[in-house]
């Protein structure tokens, strides 16, 4: 039996092993009894050995174990390695990937039915949409807005609008909407805005054609482009839904109802001074009411002056309704700095002021835009005024004035007929004292003129040159009884030359203009008087004085001011160590104190207005002192009070202006009871 088992066995192996020998000879076989075997792990001759039966207790138990420990019933020791090869083979996950695979495939079918029919649908919709018989569509709507293609602002302007309903249903509830662009108006009365109208028309049959007009003013910027809208509001029966079909119509403005003008240098040095002059005018045949001018100033610019003033800010004019065929005009006075060559715009816009910002216009009609080139200073001009550089300088009433031009040629270019002129007003300026070195003086005209004929150094200046130029006046003296206020002397100096560039072949003109200005301080006086016999006190003792006996006097003080206000003016004075304070003054609530360390008496005076002592009483204030003579005084006239001294501040020049005066003796020389009387001491 194990021959016959083993050759089976080996017919097996040459039959799987041995692919080239052909099919085994076929046996015939016997039936045999069921045997144990121990299925190896691999091909070695290493065996497991057979499960005793005895650890069992039924056949289900011990073949469980059997199979668990790799021996299978029936098959010798050779066949169980290829059966448990076989049963390798043979694994669970292909079946989780066959589901899988089943899966993607009911998947990938579900998308692209679904794309099939979305397109198919998408493609219905666009068919009825546009080639279907019974859609609405607004490609079936005609809506024809026929008008003119331009219009001046501020005239009324009539459109027709034409809609044809070529839908196979009727619109009911139908609104016809037009927009206007900002800036328009009613054209029955052009003072209110008009945004939108609104026309009920009710319902349009099909094929049925309606036909409406809209009337309005349109304003705008000359060559504006303006759009008005029209929109067609329906709703079909049957139908909760609203629908709008929407065209579009654009108008040119061809002229404005103002018009805004600009006139001034367009070309200026850094810092200089230069005037622009704005003339606003009307176009309409209508008045164009509530206008309004709004500047826009560049980097570097600054408003010196405007006429007239501006209504908000620095930049805004209220110019109000311009009839027609009437202009208004501004002025202006500024001056721009720039650290290089560059040029620069000044912007001012014209139109209807908005009612809610004072700065803001609701509609512009007009723009215009003005050049400035604005290029360095070709001389470099500094004046002096007591070798003061400041450009507004204080002097004093009646007092001799010298006044130094600097100047330099900071070109890269030789200049010619180098020409400097200085503009002085009459006023405040004695004429006759006027001295200039180099130049000539017009009192017809009141100009120096400084120029080649008088010095011969300007004709040609190469470039970085310098020189100075010199002339003194006196400010002249003003009557007692002047009503002059805050008294200046403004004076302005020009400057002209010629360039012939390299750059430029031809000739060039150069302007140059520089301000200076004097102030003329306050002319302030203070009055002292030394009395016995008058006044507000009765004075006692002898008079004249008597060496050991005591003699009261009065001491008034008195303020005068000319032209310009002053602020915190105070007179103060000291006391000698013989003169004793008798703690009375006049009028008692007058602002007097004493102090006995010091032995100071201070008035604080306080405002003192311009014109007081002559348009108005000057300020006075009264005190009392005492005096007892020693013999070494006998025959002398002793001070009472050291050096009167005014201090203020002049409200106009800013300046701290000082007074000093005499001392205040016995020698009463303003007491008319003892005019005769020297007053000197006696024994």
């Given at each position: 039996m194990d021959e016959e088992t083993n050759s089976s066995i080996d017919r097996l192996q040459r039959k799987l092993y041995a692919r080239g020998d052909g099919p085994p000879e076929r046996q015939r076989r016997t039936m045999r009894q069921d045997s144990l075997h121990a299925v190896s792990n691999d091909w070695s001759e290493q065996r497991e050995q057979p499960v005793e039966d005895a650890e069992f207790e039924d056949d289900a138990k011990r073949e469980l174990a059997e199979l668990q420990h790799g021996v299978v019933r029936g098959v010798n020791d050779d066949m169980a390695p290829i059966l448990m090869y076989a049963k390798k083979e043979k694994k669970e996950p292909s079946k989780k990937k066959n589901r899988t695979n089943t899966m993607m495939r009911v998947v990938t079918t579900i998308f692209v039915a679904s794309f099939l029919f979305f397109l198919f649908a998408g493609g219905m919709a666009w068919y009825l949409m546009t080639q279907g018989g019974t859609t609405v569509s607004c490609a079936k709507v005609a809506i024809d807005v026929s008008g003119p293609v331009s219009t001046a602002s501020g005239k009324e302007v009539?459109?027709?609008?034409?809609?044809?309903?070529?839908?196979?249903?009727?619109?009911?509830?139908?609104?016809?909407?037009t927009i206007y662009p900002p800036g328009s108006r009613q054209a029955d009365n052009p003072t209110t805005p008009l945004a939108v109208s609104n026309k009920d028309i009710g319902t349009v049959q099909v094929g049925e054609t309606v036909r409406h007009t809209e009337r309005s003013v349109l304003f705008g910027r000359q060559n504006e482009e303006k759009i008005i809208g029209v929109t067609l509001g329906y709703s079909l029966a049957d139908s909760s839904g609203y629908f709008e079909c929407e065209q579009e119509r654009s108008i040119l403005i061809a002229t404005a109802p103002v018009s805004l003008s600009v006139d001034g240098v367009e070309e200026v040095a850094s810092g200089q001074e230069f005037t622009l002059t704005l003339t606003a005018g009307a176009n309409a045949e209508e008045v164009v009411a509530g206008q309004?001018?709004?500047?826009?100033?560049?980097?570097?610019?600054?408003?010196?002056?405007?006429?007239?003033?501006?209504?908000?800010?620095?930049?805004?004019?209220?110019?109000?309704?311009?009839?027609?065929?009437?202009?208004?005009?501004?002025?202006?006075?500024?001056?721009?700095?720039?650290?290089?060559?560059?040029?620069?715009?000044?912007?001012?816009?014209?139109?209807e002021a908005d009612q809610n910002q004072s700065?803001?216009?609701?509609?512009?009609?007009?723009?215009?835009?003005?050049?400035?080139?604005?290029?360095?200073?070709?001389?470099?001009?500094?004046?002096?005024?007591?070798?003061?550089?400041?450009?507004?300088?204080?002097?004093?009433?009646?007092?001799?004035?010298?006044?130094?031009?600097?100047?330099?040629?900071?070109?890269?270019?030789?200049i010619y007929?180098?020409?400097?002129?200085?503009?002085?007003?009459?006023?405040?300026?004695?004429?006759?004292?006027?001295?200039?070195?180099?130049?000539?003086?017009?009192?017809?005209?009141?100009?120096?003129?400084?120029?080649?004929?008088?010095?011969?150094?300007?004709?040609?200046?190469?470039?970085?040159?310098?020189?100075?130029?010199?002339?003194?006046?006196?400010?002249?003296?003003?009557?007692?009884?002047?009503?002059?206020?805050?008294?200046?002397i403004p004076m302005a100096f020009t400057v002209h030359a010629r360039r012939v560039s390299d750059e430029k072949e031809v000739q060039?003109?150069?302007?140059?203009?520089?301000?200076?200005?004097?102030?003329?301080?306050?002319?302030?006086?203070?009055?002292?008087?030394?009395?016995?016999?008058?006044?507000?006190?009765?004075?006692?003792?002898?008079?004249?004085?008597?060496?050991?006996?005591?003699?009261?006097?009065?001491?008034?003080?008195?303020?005068?001011?000319?032209?310009?206000?002053?602020?915190?003016?105070?007179?103060?004075?000291?006391?000698?160590?013989?003169v004793t304070w008798m703690d009375e003054t006049y009028p008692s609530s007058a602002a007097l104190s004493y102090n006995p360390n010091t032995r100071v008496v201070t008035w604080n005076a306080g405002e003192v207005a311009a014109g007081t002592g002559s348009a108005v009483s000057s300020r006075e204030v009264s005190f009392r002192v005492g005096m007892t003579p020693s013999v070494t005084d006998i025959g002398r006239t002793p001070s009472l009070v050291d050096e009167p001294t005014l201090r203020a501040v002049d409200a106009f020049t800013g300046d701290v202006i000082e007074r000093t005066t005499r001392d205040q003796t016995t020698a009463l020389t303003d007491d008319p009871l003892f005019p005769n009387v020297r007053g000197n001491v006696v024994e």
């Open positions: 009539l459109f027709d609008i034409t809609i044809e309903n070529n839908n196979p249903v009727a619109f009911e509830d139908v609104e016809l909407s309004r001018i709004v500047a826009r100033y560049p980097y570097g610019f600054r408003l010196l002056e405007a006429e007239p003033e501006p209504t908000s800010g620095d930049n805004v004019w209220d110019i109000g309704d311009l009839p027609p065929e009437t202009d208004r005009t501004i002025t202006l006075r500024g001056v721009i700095e720039a650290p290089t060559v560059e040029g620069r715009v000044l912007e001012f816009t014209m139109g700065n803001a216009l609701a509609t512009e009609l007009t723009v215009h835009e003005h050049p400035l080139l604005v290029t360095r200073p070709f001389v470099a001009l500094e004046v002096l005024v007591d070798e003061d550089t400041r450009d507004v300088v204080s002097a004093t009433i009646d007092e001799n004035v010298r006044v130094t031009v600097r100047w330099k040629n900071v070109l890269e270019d030789p007929d180098l020409r400097v002129e200085a503009s002085l007003p009459r006023a405040y300026v004695d004429e006759r004292s006027v001295n200039v070195t180099n130049g000539y003086f017009s009192s017809g005209e009141q100009r120096i003129t400084w120029a080649p004929q008088t010095h011969e150094q300007l004709r040609e200046i190469e470039a970085g040159q310098e020189g100075q130029l010199t002339f003194n006046f006196r400010t002249e003296e003003l009557a007692a009884a002047s009503a002059a206020r805050e008294p200046e060039q003109t150069l302007n140059d203009v520089v301000t200076k200005t004097i102030k003329l301080r306050s002319d302030v006086r203070l009055a002292v008087d030394t009395t016995f016999g008058t006044g507000p006190f009765k004075n006692t003792g002898p008079y004249p004085p008597q060496a050991e006996v005591e003699t009261t006097y009065t001491v008034t003080w008195g303020v005068e001011n000319s032209t310009n206000d002053l602020r915190n003016t105070t007179v103060s004075a000291v006391l000698p160590i013989y």
